[in-house]
């Protein structure tokens, strides 16, 4: 005979909320879930801030080695832009020397040393020229701060006013860009009688 005060064999183990379905003979368990003990919460942290620690490094490693590489890259292509324009610049620097040369040797001519450094410039011009660079054109334009750089005005009849009556200094541009300005007279006012 059972007890008063125990409960027949197929009762459940637990009270059932009011709620939650009877399911019979057998209760519905839950899974467990186990709550890890702080020691073991410590050591997970642990490994994954290990993790992440390493990933960083893995990280800052490869971005210093394309920065290298980029900068390596950089270097040889300047090195490369350099020798082709030194290549293209080396007649001017030869046109120079015999015109130097033939100068010492005693070479009279005045005519002839004018025309071989009339030559070099044109060799070196045109050099420049292959590479994107131009003469900023300037004498008898409006003047152009852009462009420009005044260093005086001068009061004329011969030029509109605002005009750059004379050059001082080549400018050159670099496809659009100024690399540098000519140094220019502007034309002033009329001047009064």
Excluded: C
Aim: proline fraction near 8%.
């Amino acid at each position: 005979m059972n007890a008063p005060d125990s409960a027949p064999d197929n009762a459940p183990d637990r009270a059932s909320a009011p709620n939650e379905p009877q399911t019979g003979g057998n209760a519905h368990k839950e899974p467990t879930v186990e709550i890890p003990t702080h020691e073991q919460e410590l050591q997970r942290l642990r490994e994954e801030r290990n993790n992440f620690e390493q990933q960083l490094q893995r990280q800052l490693a490869d971005a210093a080695n394309v920065r290298r590489r980029q900068r390596q890259e950089m270097d040889d292509q300047k090195r490369r832009v350099i020798e082709g324009l030194t290549q293209e610049l080396l007649p001017a620097l030869d046109s120079f020397g015999m015109a130097l040369t033939a100068f010492d040797g005693g070479s009279t001519d005045p005519k002839a040393l004018v025309e071989g450094v009339r030559m070099t410039r044109m060799l070196l011009t045109s050099a420049l020229e292959r590479h994107g660079l131009a003469e900023i054109k300037a004498e008898g334009q409006p003047f152009d701060p852009l462009r420009h750089e005044a260093v005086g005005v001068e009061p004329t009849t011969t030029t509109p006013e605002g005009h750059v009556l004379r050059v001082l200094q080549s400018g050159y541009l670099l496809g659009d860009r100024v690399v540098r300005h000519s140094r220019v007279v502007v034309a002033g006012p009329t001047p009064k009688s």
